[in-house]
């Protein structure tokens, strides 16, 4: 965005100083504000009206890029949901969700209440586009118009909410979700008002589990509770998408048990890295390698991260404590992953426990020895791995609850390779 031209644009029509406009326009930008809001906020801070310049271009869902200042759609409401953020040391509240024409589907904000809701057909005018997630986003604001049509626009789209937690994915607005609380504990956190209770835990359907947040702690939430949660927003956290309960939502009881899930899915390694990030997953694969970092290791007694030569990122020169983990390359065929398994896992596959390794390693002269011993038992061969699957830039990894060596029969495998490939057995 060239914030320089937009500040220019504003001071020739304002007649005051660029400086001032630019200085104005970076603050607001830099807290998310769309480009036409601020533009907008400046002209009325300068006395020049909330009304812009550019005539909106009538577009389909599927042509809005993030090349357009403003434009006018007509489109089906899928979602809609609240969420309260902090601007400018005030808090608003905004709506988010989805809009559909037959083109495709694109996101949005809204910061106020245009009294839409899910299933209307509307025409929005006026509307600003963003990025957002990587995609453009409609911003609908004080200068946006929104009619709503009597006629319904057919669209492909699912109207509503509701959702299963596996169809979740982190930046998803407005969802619905029928579960069972699997785990809840209250806490006490540094909110940006000073402490904070919380509750936090897992809830379960049929499809999934999945980790949440209620930040404004709702009385039904207690662990085996049958409910119904609408209006939650979802966020990354750890690399896996998090159900987010807010003051907006709404909790009520059903009337039946939700069936909870005892296994994780089962996926190829492409598959989890496509999808980005997973609370729960099951992978099998190879170990073709055991990854520096293995063994006996030492943590920070702060931070519990692992240290090197006595050193810690966080909190430099300390000393460290040991603990055994395990770094594992695990390889599918379909991609790889780092498999990383914790002290429990570790001492089994090792065959022994933490004050054995030290005394290996302490025989040896060699701290080394007890990665050596780990790798020896594993690499090469093929285990189902379960745990919590993140993806950032410095890859996949796959923090693991359960390891088991796979039972699959290499020669049916052969022969389904084969098959695959075309080739007669």
């Given at each position: 965005m060239?914030?320089?031209?937009?500040?220019e644009?504003?001071?020739?029509?304002?007649?005051?100083?660029?400086?001032?406009?630019?200085?104005?326009?970076?603050?607001?930008?830099?807290y998310?504000?769309?480009?036409?809001?601020?533009?907008?906020?400046?002209?009325?801070?300068?006395?020049?009206?909330?009304?812009?310049?550019?005539?909106?271009?009538?577009?389909?869902?599927?042509?809005?890029?993030?090349?357009?200042?403003?434009?006018?759609?007509?489109?089906?409401?899928?979602?809609?949901?609240?969420?309260?953020?902090?601007?400018q040391?005030e808090?608003?509240?905004?709506?988010?969700?989805?809009?559909?024409?037959?083109?495709?589907?694109?996101?949005?904000?809204?910061?106020?209440?245009?009294g839409?809701?899910?299933?209307?057909?509307?025409?929005?005018?006026?509307?600003?586009?963003?990025?957002?997630n990587?995609?453009?986003?409609?911003?609908?604001?004080?200068s946006?118009?929104?009619?709503?049509?009597?006629?319904?626009?057919?669209?492909?789209?699912?109207?509503?909410?509701?959702?299963?937690l596996?169809?979740?994915?982190?930046?998803?607005?407005?969802?619905?979700?029928?579960?069972?609380v699997?785990?809840?504990?209250?806490?006490?956190?540094?909110?940006?008002?000073g402490?904070?209770?919380?509750?936090?835990?897992?809830?379960g359907?049929?499809?999934?589990?999945l980790?949440?947040?209620?930040?404004?702690?709702?009385?039904?939430?207690i662990?085996?509770?049958?409910?119904?949660?609408?209006?939650?927003?979802?966020?990354?956290?750890?690399?896996?998408?998090?159900?987010?309960?807010?003051?907006f939502?709404?909790?009520?009881?059903?009337?039946r048990?939700?069936e909870?899930?005892?296994?994780?899915?089962?996926?190829?390694?492409?598959?989890?890295?496509?999808?980005?990030?997973?609370?729960?997953?099951?992978?099998?694969?190879?170990?073709?390698?055991?990854?520096?970092?293995?063994?006996?290791?030492e943590?920070?007694?702060?931070?519990?991260?692992?240290?090197?030569?006595g050193?810690?990122?966080?909190?430099?020169?300390?000393?460290?404590?040991?603990?055994l983990?395990?770094?594992?390359?695990?390889?599918?065929?379909?991609?790889?992953?780092?498999?990383?398994?914790?002290?429990?896992?570790?001492?089994?596959?090792?065959?022994?426990?933490?004050?054995?390794?030290r005394?290996?390693?302490?025989?040896?002269?060699?701290?080394?020895v007890?990665?050596?011993?780990?790798?020896?038992?594993?690499e090469?061969?093929?285990?189902?791995?379960r745990g919590?699957?993140?993806?950032?830039?410095?890859?996949?990894n796959?923090?693991?609850?359960?390891?088991?060596?796979?039972?699959?029969?290499?020669?049916?495998?052969?022969?389904?390779?084969?098959?695959?490939?075309?080739?007669?057995?």
């Amino acid at each position: 965005m060239d914030v320089d031209n937009h500040a220019e644009e504003l001071a020739s029509a304002l007649g005051v100083d660029k400086q001032e406009v630019k200085e104005d326009l970076e603050n607001l930008l830099q807290y998310s504000v769309p480009v036409d809001e601020a533009k907008q906020s400046i002209r009325r801070k300068h006395g020049g009206g909330g009304g812009g310049s550019a005539t909106p271009e009538s577009l389909d869902v599927a042509d809005i890029s993030t090349e357009h200042d403003n434009v006018a759609v007509t489109v089906r409401v899928l979602t809609k949901g609240s969420r309260s953020i902090r601007y400018q040391g005030e808090d608003i509240t905004i709506r988010e969700g989805e809009f559909a024409d037959e083109t495709g589907t694109v996101s949005y904000t809204a910061w106020q209440e245009f009294g839409f809701e899910p299933g209307d057909t509307v025409t929005v005018g006026n509307a600003g586009v963003r990025e957002w997630n990587e995609s453009p986003e409609l911003n609908l604001g004080d200068s946006t118009s929104v009619a709503l049509e009597t006629e319904d626009l057919e669209v492909a789209n699912e109207i509503g909410g509701d959702r299963d937690l596996i169809d979740l994915a982190a930046g998803d607005r407005g969802r619905n979700v029928a579960v069972r609380v699997v785990e809840v504990e209250r806490r006490t956190i540094d909110g940006r008002d000073g402490e904070k209770e919380i509750l936090s835990g897992v809830l379960g359907d049929e499809t999934a589990r999945l980790p949440f947040t209620d930040w404004e702690p709702h009385e039904e939430l207690i662990e085996g509770a049958s409910l119904r949660i609408e209006d939650t927003h979802v966020r990354e956290y750890r690399g896996a998408p998090e159900l987010n309960i807010s003051e907006f939502s709404t909790v009520t009881e059903l009337d039946r048990e939700v069936e909870v899930t005892a296994d994780a899915p089962s996926m190829t390694i492409g598959e989890a890295v496509a999808g980005g990030g997973l609370f729960d997953v099951e992978l099998t694969g190879n170990v073709i390698e055991v990854r520096d970092g293995s063994g006996l290791i030492e943590r920070c007694p702060e931070c519990n991260r692992a240290i090197q030569n006595g050193e810690c990122r966080s909190h430099g020169s300390v000393e460290g404590e040991d603990d055994l983990r395990t770094k594992a390359i695990l390889d599918d065929g379909t991609g790889t992953c780092t498999a990383i398994l914790g002290r429990e896992i570790t001492e089994r596959i090792y065959g022994g426990g933490l004050e054995d390794a030290r005394n290996e390693a302490r025989d040896a002269m060699d701290r080394e020895v007890v990665a050596d011993a780990i790798a020896a038992e594993l690499e090469g061969r093929e285990y189902r791995i379960r745990g919590s699957f993140s993806v950032d830039e410095y890859g996949a990894n796959l923090n693991a609850d359960a390891f088991t060596a796979a039972d699959s029969d290499p020669a049916e495998q052969a022969r389904e390779l084969l098959a695959a490939l075309g080739v007669g057995a």
